[in-house]
């Protein structure tokens, strides 16, 4: 049997490409959700990677391209409870009692966000949940219960010495959460953010003493959740180390089904071809 050459290796991929596509458009018709928005048209992502991996410069691209909402969990805690919904009552009495808010508080706050926010209508990107498989196994129930699943799971990868240089150098606009760096990604005015003017800051914990217990803490809880999502086939690897756009590139790659093995919720998943 001659070798199968490179161009008709594409051509196969295209074909399943197709073919997953047009798997999604009858399953949305079985359900109803044909002409609508429906679940398989939007972006359903879980970004990973370890502080200081570019997260913040990556998920406001997608968000743009794609236009769904940025939930990061962070910042959504804050807002619940700013806003005194029942959700960010009962979060804030956990934390003034010391606690940690439990799991089902915060898939909660997520559902809440998709069902309520208007920008998720088109999807959504999690960051920083989940955090434990637990969290993950109570993500896709919730998703479940609404016929949804995840499409990704992305984890921006780069060596720890690397992230250590690159951290150190790091500016954030703390109102939208925009991250840039003095030399890899600077602001095209010194100490200002390009979208509203306002000024950038410098986090008090990006030290190199810090980053490495944040690090190592990471490390710990992010292997158990790849191995969860690389069961599901939903898992894909990004190199972290390159320049922005690069990664961008890498991320469309994975979003338009082109990376390596194509997207991994895919039609090659349940016909059992993929490893």
Known sequence: MAPITEEVAQQLLDTVNRLEKRLQ?????????EGGSAPSEQMRLVLMGPPGAGKGTQAPWIKEKYGCCHLATGDMLRA?????TALGREAKK???????????IMV??????????????AGFILDGFPRTV???????SMLTSRSQTLQHAIELRIDDELLVSRITGRLVHPASGRSYHKIFNPPKKEMTDDVTGEPL?????????TLKK???????QTSPIVGYYQKTGIWKPVDASQEPGQVWQGMLRIFEGKAQGGSGGGLLNRLGLKN
């Open 108 to 121: 909660n706050m997520i559902k809440s966000e998709i069902e309520e926010n208007p920008e998720c209508k």
């Open 94 to 104: 956990i934390m003034d009692q010391g606690g940690l808010v439990n799991d089902e």
């Open 201 to 209: 800051i410098q986090r008090t914990d990006d030290n190199a003493d």
């Open 80 to 84: 619940q409870v700013a806003k005194k």
């Open 134 to 140: 637990p969290q993950a196994e109570k993500l896709d």
């Open 214 to 220: 944040r690090l190592s803490t990471y490390h710990e």
């Open 25 to 33: 458009q009858v399953e949305a018709k079985l359900e109803g959700k």
